[in-house]
């Protein structure tokens, strides 16, 4: 039971790349979420999935792209880079049956050059 | 929208002191949690608290929520430095579907205590 994992843990872009991190829960909880932090910014929500099909726009959705894969599975999508996305992105899956505690995975410390 | 402050943003303490964080919204929350997170790591859930005026121990640590279900705040008695980190309020939102949840939580912005041996 591995809980939430992240890939990749680190990246370096250069400006206007693309990439894609993914995210995967084996802990069957139907609700999803990607956050970024930075420094003094505490944890801002990006996208959400609430369930298996449907995603929604957080606090700061602008530049990224998400994906529903499958009830496991959340990927986040930055098309094309900028600076201003340099950040820690979290995934976090939700088990609403407790009130909607929240399971963070380690994380992807994330450079746009 | 709903909002979540935290106060103090930073906290610098000597190892034995106490400290505590204060959190609150701009709306009643139906529970409040909280999570710490170590430096480099992620944020790791600690407790909820669900009834008003609430008193919940995890060893030094003491948690409350108000009794008007508005406020909470986290104590810390005699800081260690494996204390260190950034401590998290977070309260659920209310979606539009009925009022489900759907485990999304507004974060406060956090406060940073740095323990000194």
């Known amino acids: 039971n591995a809980g939430v994992t992240q890939t990749p843990k680190f990246q370096v872009l250069k400006t206007g790349q693309s990439m894609t991190l993914q995210c995967a829960q084996d802990?069957?909880?139907?609700?999803m979420y990607w956050y970024r932090q930075d420094p003094g910014m505490g944890l801002r929500l990006i996208y959400y999935s609430a369930s298996e099909g449907t995603t929604d726009k957080g606090e700061v959705p602008n530049g990224y792209n998400v994906s529903r894969l499958n009830k496991r599975e959340f990927s986040l999508r930055l098309e094309s880079a900028a600076p201003s996305q340099t950040s820690v992105y979290f995934c976090?899956?939700?088990?609403?049956?407790?009130?909607?505690?929240?399971?963070f995975g380690p994380g992807t410390r994330l450079l746009v050059l | 929208g709903q909002q979540v402050m935290q106060i103090p943003q930073y906290q610098h303490v000597q190892e034995g002191e106490d400290f505590t964080t204060y959190c609150n919204s701009s709306?009643?929350?139906?529970?409040i949690q909280w999570y710490k997170q170590r430096p480099g790591g992620h944020p790791v859930f600690l407790i909820q608290l669900v009834k008003s005026g609430e008193v919940k121990k995890q060893k030094r640590l003491t948690f409350q929520f108000g009794e008007a279900k508005k406020n909470s705040s986290l104590h810390i008695t005699a800081t260690q430095t494996t204390d260190v980190g950034t401590y998290f309020c977070a309260g659920p939102d209310v979606g539009n579907a009925g009022g489900t949840s759907y485990g999304k939580l507004t974060f406060g912005q956090g406060t940073i205590l740095t323990v000194h041996p």
């Open positions: 976090a899956s939700v088990n609403t049956g407790a009130r909607g505690t929240q399971y």
């Open positions: 709306t009643t929350l139906s529970n």
């Open positions: 802990m069957n909880h139907n609700s």
